[in-house]
């Protein structure tokens, strides 16, 4: 079956500008998260979706980042201003409820902010 | 809280020698571990999982680690290395307390030599 996808898979704007990310997960995975990869700070949250309960924004590093899952399936991450620091690569992932949580990555999106 | 430590950041191993990378965690409550690879230019893919069953866990590509929860280390192992292996590697713990986010160690790089 289809794993989990991403696009576009590189993303070259510049700086102030606004992007969306957009993640398919697998069908029927009822979880959705998005993870950042970067130099400086390794793999790191950001924000869990779970079905229709309120999504975990915990990890999202300012508020120029912004997610919605719409219809519980497709997800978009939005940065807004961009910055360079916002450089990175971004990775989603989605799982089942239940049993081990196995989360299945995506291939990411590379942001190179100029 | 959790936390994943990951002892050297570089591993260089020869052709056909042990693999060793080394992971210590911390988690206040019952963890699940996982340890994941990362091939150049894409995403995480599971190589095994630790969720409360057996404490020595077999995964794809000949990869094994044992979960000690007295010295909370889940080492992952390997006992010929092959020129293949060479990709970066991550631990994670996560557990239902955590809502299920990974937190992920700081990543292994290893480099193979024929």
């Known amino acids: 079956g289809a794993g989990v996808s991403q696009s576009p898979s590189n993303k070259v704007t510049e700086k102030g500008k606004d992007v969306e990310l957009r993640c398919d997960p697998i069908s029927g995975h009822t979880a959705l998260y998005w993870y950042r990869q970067s130099l400086g700070q390794g793999l790191e949250f950001l924000i869990y979706f779970q079905g229709n309960s309120a999504p975990d924004k915990s990890g999202l590093p300012s508020d120029r980042f912004s997610a919605e899952r719409t219809g519980g399936s497709v997800s978009t991450l939005t940065i807004q201003r961009t910055q360079q620091e916002d450089s990175a690569v971004y990775l989603c992932?989605?799982?089942?409820?239940?049993?081990?949580?196995?989360?299945?990555f995506g291939p990411g999106t590379r942001l190179t902010v100029l | 809280a959790q936390s994943v430590t990951q002892l050297g950041s570089h591993v260089s191993v020869s052709e056909g020698a042990l693999v060793l990378l080394r992971c210590n965690y911390s988690s206040s409550v019952p963890p699940y571990l996982f340890w994941y690879v990362q091939y150049p230019n894409q995403g995480l893919q599971l190589l095994l999982k630790?969720?409360?069953?057996?404490?020595l866990v077999k995964g794809i590509n000949g990869f094994e680690a044992e979960f000690k929860k007295s010295e909370t280390s889940f080492h992952l192992t390997k006992p010929s290395a092959h020129m293949s292996d060479a990709a970066e590697y991550f631990c994670?713990?996560?557990?239902?307390?955590?809502?299920?986010?990974?937190?992920f160690g700081g990543g292994t790089r290893v480099l193979v030599k024929p």
């Open positions: 994670a713990v996560t557990s239902k307390a955590a809502g299920n986010k990974l937190t």
């Open positions: 992932a989605s799982s089942r409820i239940g049993g081990d949580n196995e989360q299945f």
């Open positions: 630790y969720t409360s069953a057996a404490t």
